[in-house]
C-alpha cells in the first residue's frame, strides 16, 4: 500500500501512474516453523541394517520364559521344550512428494526454488510419519500398562480409558507421572532411558506445579527459570505438538505415551530423493520417497495416559 498523499498530489509509489519509487523483494524468506519431531528418541532401529537390502519382512524370535517347578529327592524329572512364538515387522508403508519447477520460473526467480522447497519437503516428511506413527502405534501398548487398572502387579492406576480420560491439572501431574513410572516398575523395565511425549499444555502444567520449586528437583534453576523440563521421575520429557487426540464425550483425549526404546523397532528401508526433466514441459522435477515400518516388539515396555487438560 502506498504512503497515503493528498488529493491532487502526485503518486511516485510502485502502484501509481508514475512508479518513481520501486518494490524492493527481500532475498531473505521468512523464517518457517516446524513441529518437534522425538521418533528417534522414542524408538529404537535395531532391525534396520538387516531389511535395508532387500525383504518385506523382519521375522524376528524371541527368548521363551523358562518354567521354575519345586523339587524332592528322587523325583522324576519333568522336562519342557521351551517354544516361543517369533514376531513379525512388515516394511508396509510409504510416504512422497514431488515438485516441479518451469526453467522460465527458475530463470527469473532471484531465489533457488527448488532448493526450498527440497528442504521443506524433508521436513513435512518427517512430521507426517511421526503423526501417522502417534495416531495407531499406541493401540500397541500392553493391556496392563494403560486403562482404568493399569499396573501389572497392583492394576492400582487410573491412566484413562476411552470415553473416561482423566484429568491432568497443575495439582495431581506429578502424581499422574510418578503412577506411569510405577506401571513400568511393575513390568520391570529399566529405569534407565524412559521417555515420556506429553503436549504442550501438559508442559505448562509441570511448570505451574511444586515443580517450579527447584529445591524439588536438585536443579540450579527452576522449570519456569530455565524453560526445560529436563527428567522427572526418571522420565526424560519430550514436548509435542504431533501426539494423537480426537474429542471423546466433549473432552479432547490426549494419548501421552512412555517407556524405552526397547518398546518400538522401526527401520526405514527406502529414503530416495531424485532430481529429473519432466518430459512433458521444459521443467525440473524433484521429488522423495521414503518407505518404513515399524513394530512394538516389546509392548510391556511402554504406556499410554489417556488425559484431558
Known amino acids: 500500500m502506498a504512503y497515503p498523499t493528498v488529493a491532487g498530489h502526485p503518486d511516485y509509489s510502485s502502484t501509481g501512474v508514475n512508479q518513481f519509487i520501486p518494490q524492493v523483494w527481500s532475498g531473505k524468506i521468512q523464517k518457517k516453523f516446524y513441529d518437534y519431531t522425538v521418533l528417534a528418541q522414542i524408538t529404537n532401529n535395531d532391525y534396520e541394517g538387516e531389511i535395508k537390502g532387500q525383504g518385506d519382512t523382519v521375522i524376528i524370535r524371541t527368548i521363551p520364559s523358562i518354567t521354575i517347578q519345586d523339587y524332592v529327592v528322587g523325583q522324576a524329572l519333568s522336562y519342557e521344550r521351551p517354544a516361543q512364538p517369533s514376531l513379525t515387522m512388515t516394511i508396509d508403508k510409504g510416504k512422497y512428494w514431488a515438485v516441479e519447477l518451469d526453467d522460465v520460473m527458475k530463470v527469473q526467480s532471484d531465489l533457488s526454488l527448488l532448493n526450498k522447497w527440497s528442504e521443506d519437503a524433508a521436513m513435512q516428511l518427517k ?38 480420560p482423566v484429568q491432568v491439572t497443575k495439582v495431581n501431574v506429578l502424581d499422574y507421572i510418578i503412577d506411569c513410572g510405577t506401571v513400568l516398575d511393575e513390568q520391570n523395565v529399566p529405569e534407565t532411558g524412559r521417555w515420556m511425549v506429553i503436549p504442550a499444555w501438559m508442559a505448562n502444567l509441570i511448570k505451574k506445579s511444586d515443580l517450579k520449586d527447584a529445591s524439588m528437583t536438585g536443579d540450579a534453576k527452576s522449570p519456569v527459570r530455565n524453560g526445560l523440563l529436563g527428567m522427572i521421575d526418571r522420565f526424560t520429557l519430550y514436548n509435542s505438538n504431533l501426539l494423537y487426540h480426537a474429542v471423546d464425550t466433549g473432552m479432547d483425549g490426549y494419548n501421552v505415551l512412555f517407556g524405552t526404546k526397547d518398546a518400538v523397532t522401526f527401520a526405514s528401508q527406502l529414503t530416495e530423493t531424485e532430481n529429473i526433466r519432466s518430459q512433458d514441459t521444459f521443467a525440473d522435477r524433484v521429488r522423495g520417497l521414503k518407505v518404513y515400518g515399524y513394530k512394538a516388539v516389546k509392548p510391556e515396555a511402554f504406556g499410554r495416559l489417556y488425559c484431558y487438560k
Open 127 to 164: 512430521i507426517s510419519i511421526e503423526t501417522a506413527f502417534f495416531a495407531a502405534i499406541y493401540s500397541s501398548v500392553h493391556a496392563d500398562n494403560t486403562g482404568t487398572t493399569a499396573g501389572v502387579k497392583s492394576g492400582a492406576f487410573n491412566l484413562g480409558v476411552a470415553t473416561a
